[in-house]
T-cell receptor, first 110, second 113 residues
């Protein structure tokens, strides 16, 4: 299996600033690390992912970093907007299934 | 594009009752999943299935049964509802296993009186 720890559970930032969410995992065999965003009343949707052969990936204001040695990965949202307010879940996969973190509730205040 | 349909959207049960949740997908995906979402605990895997008639237990399988009757459908049964239980059950599908994008349904919200 796998255990994924996610922090912080609640995050409030000012519009235009950056937000960072951190996750750690236990199983060194895990090789795929996606991030899902869940808006209120909606289902979770994939926003970005990174595989174990990469250390950094960036797309549309999102940056993910992976430190395999420390078994740690993180999501950084640059220039946050009110539309970024949502629950964010990190996850790790060791071939068969995704194991999710407990989620971060991000609120971007105007 | 495809869609995952979960029924019912809301389910109210009595303590001890057997309850069935249904999920249909038209992505033609091989793998389907049932996750339970509790406030503050993220998504926890109950069962998954990599093909028709296949079943694999997740970390939270105790108290549940599942059935993959055909490729497009995956049902979950709560064998004995627990009093005051409240959770959202999310069905998902992916083309393969593990390192593939999961597509989620809208969820079934369970309340046990």
């Amino acid at each position: 299996g796998e255990q994924v720890e996610q922090l912080p559970s609640i995050l409030r930032v000012q519009e235009g600033s950056s937000a960072s969410i951190n996750c750690t995992y236990e199983n060194s065999a895990s090789n795929y690390f996606p991030w899902y965003k869940q808006e209120p009343g909606e289902n979770p949707k994939l926003i970005i992912d990174i595989r174990s052969n990469m250390e950094r990936k960036q797309t549309q204001g999102l940056i993910v970093l992976l430190d395999k040695k420390a078994k740690r990965f993180s999501l950084h949202i640059t220039d946050t907007q009110p539309g970024d307010s949502a629950m964010y879940f990190c996850a790790a996969s060791n071939y068969n299934v995704l194991y999710f973190g407990s989620g971060t509730k991000l609120t971007v205040e105007p | 594009g495809g869609i995952i349909t979960q029924t019912p959207k809301f389910l109210i049960g009595q303590e001890g009752q057997k309850l069935t949740l249904k999920c249909q997908q038209n992505f033609n995906h091989d793998t389907m999943y049932w996750y339970r979402q509790d406030s503050g605990k993220g998504l926890r895997l109950i069962y998954y299935s990599i093909t028709e008639n296949d079943l694999q237990k997740g970390d939270l399988s105790e108290g549940y049964d599942a059935s993959r009757e055909k490729k497009s459908s995956f049902s979950l049964t709560v064998t004995s509802a627990q009093k005051n239980e409240m959770a959202v059950f999310l069905c998902a599908s992916s083309m393969g296993q593990g390192s593939e994008t999961l597509y989620f349904g809208s969820g079934t919200r369970l309340t046990v009186l």
